[in-house]
């Protein structure tokens, strides 16, 4: 492990404040499962890291009107077992029951899996699909952005010199909708994705679709959604061959890799099947709670 000066923050100005006195030589510490592995395996340098766990203003999960308000120093395991996201957004619930192991997600943070960029994210493509929004502290003070922004690339964001990433807000719909996260890893846990798929539907009273989302993880330089996949099903019922020509657009749009842990054209394959297979399990369940209510 190279040494590091350490330094620990009670408010959002003092992050920024500490960050931009580095000159790009810093980095924030939440959870640290993702930062302090990178530091002794010699892929990061900091010489300054940054405690923000002691910022209220990042922390909490907090239920407002039609919005979910995730601070993004909320624990992977607080997620998975937090009432109001299960009531609310339940396919956030199934990718944060994914990721690591318990331990690590008792330690991991939402923000932190975001801003470390992985491709395999299992949180990002879920969000994508839920259209959160990240809110930023900065130089003057705080934006919002749609998350689909949020990335540019391997381990790469948007945030800007001394920018930090502080809660992730997600609209909410009452309508009826189902929705599937699917993960494909060699092992059930411990293990990153080679395919990621999250697939959200809502259906109008007459069983249309009225709304689809479809994110892809690990098959792309960043996580991404695939517009081409949604539009195809939206004022449609769901067929297995409407659900078949989604999948497969969502496998043309993506750019996989080939790796030690799969073939570019085995997760392309992947991404068909995940896609097709989501897609009728999220009208089921869609439909289902629609026709339960109507009852």
Same mark, same amino acid.
Request: aromatic share 4%; net charge positive; charged share 25%.
């Given at each position: 492990?190279?040494?590091?000066?350490?330094?620990?923050?009670?408010?959002?100005?003092?992050?920024?404040?500490?960050?931009?006195?580095?000159?790009?030589?810093?980095?924030?510490?939440?959870?640290?499962?993702?930062? +302090?592995?990178?530091?002794?395996?010699?892929?990061?340098?900091?010489?300054?890291?940054?405690?923000?766990?002691?910022?209220?203003?990042?922390?909490?999960?907090?239920?407002?009107?039609?919005?979910?308000?995730?601070?993004?120093?909320?624990?992977?395991?607080?997620?998975?077992?937090?009432?109001?996201?299960?009531?609310?957004?339940?396919?956030?619930?199934?990718?944060?029951?994914?990721?690591?192991?318990?331990?690590?997600?008792?330690?991991?943070?939402?923000?932190?899996?975001?801003?470390?960029?992985?491709?395999?994210?299992?949180?990002?493509?879920?969000?994508?699909?839920?259209?959160?929004?990240?809110?930023?502290?900065?130089?003057?003070?705080?934006?919002?952005?749609?998350?689909?922004?949020?990335?540019?690339?391997?381990?790469?964001?948007?945030?800007?010199?001394?920018?930090i990433l502080t809660r992730l807000k997600i609209p909410l719909s009452h309508k009826r909708n189902g929705s599937v996260?699917?993960?494909?890893?060699?092992?059930?846990?411990?293990?990153?994705?080679?395919?990621?798929?999250?697939?959200?539907?809502?259906?109008?009273?007459?069983?249309?679709?009225?709304?689809?989302?479809?994110?892809?993880?690990?098959?792309?330089?960043?996580?991404?959604?695939?517009?081409?996949?949604?539009?195809?099903?939206?004022?449609?019922? +769901?067929?297995?061959?409407?659900?078949?020509?989604?999948?497969?657009?969502?496998?043309?749009?993506?750019?996989?890799?080939?790796?030690?842990?799969?073939?570019?054209?085995?997760?392309?394959?992947?991404?068909?099947?995940?896609?097709?297979?989501?897609?009728?399990?999220?009208?089921?369940?869609?439909?289902?709670?629609?026709?339960?209510?109507?009852?």
């Amino acid at each position: 492990m190279q040494s590091f000066d350490y330094q620990k923050v009670f408010t959002l100005q003092e992050a920024f404040d500490a960050a931009s006195a580095s000159n790009g030589a810093s980095a924030f510490l939440a959870g640290g499962t993702d930062l +302090l592995v990178q530091i002794k395996e010699g892929k990061k340098h900091p010489r300054y890291v940054i405690d923000v766990k002691g910022v209220p203003e990042m922390a909490g999960v907090t239920l407002s009107g039609d919005e979910l308000s995730i601070g993004a120093l909320t624990s992977i395991r607080t997620l998975e077992r937090s009432p109001s996201v299960a009531e609310n957004v339940s396919l956030l619930v199934q990718a944060a029951a994914k990721l690591g192991s318990v331990q690590i997600r008792h330690r991991a943070t939402i923000g932190g899996n975001l801003c470390n960029a992985s491709p395999s994210a299992d949180t990002a493509p879920v969000l994508l699909a839920l259209e959160a929004q990240a809110e930023i502290f900065g130089k003057t003070g705080a934006r919002v952005m749609a998350l689909d922004n949020f990335f540019l690339g391997p381990g790469t964001t948007v945030l800007g010199d001394g920018e930090i990433l502080t809660r992730l807000k997600i609209p909410l719909s009452h309508k009826r909708n189902g929705s599937v996260y699917y993960k494909l890893s060699a092992r059930k846990a411990m293990d990153l994705a080679f395919v990621g798929v999250a697939v959200l539907l809502e259906l109008d009273g007459s069983h249309r679709i009225s709304k689809a989302r479809m994110a892809l993880a690990a098959v792309d330089p960043t996580p991404i959604r695939v517009p081409s996949a949604e539009k195809l099903l939206e004022g449609l019922r +769901l067929t297995p061959e409407t659900a078949r020509e989604s999948a497969e657009l969502a496998a043309q749009s993506c750019k996989p890799i080939s790796d030690l842990r799969a073939s570019a054209d085995y997760r392309r394959e992947m991404v068909r099947e995940l896609c097709q297979q989501g897609l009728l399990a999220a009208y089921r369940q869609a439909k289902s709670s629609t026709e339960g209510k109507n009852e």
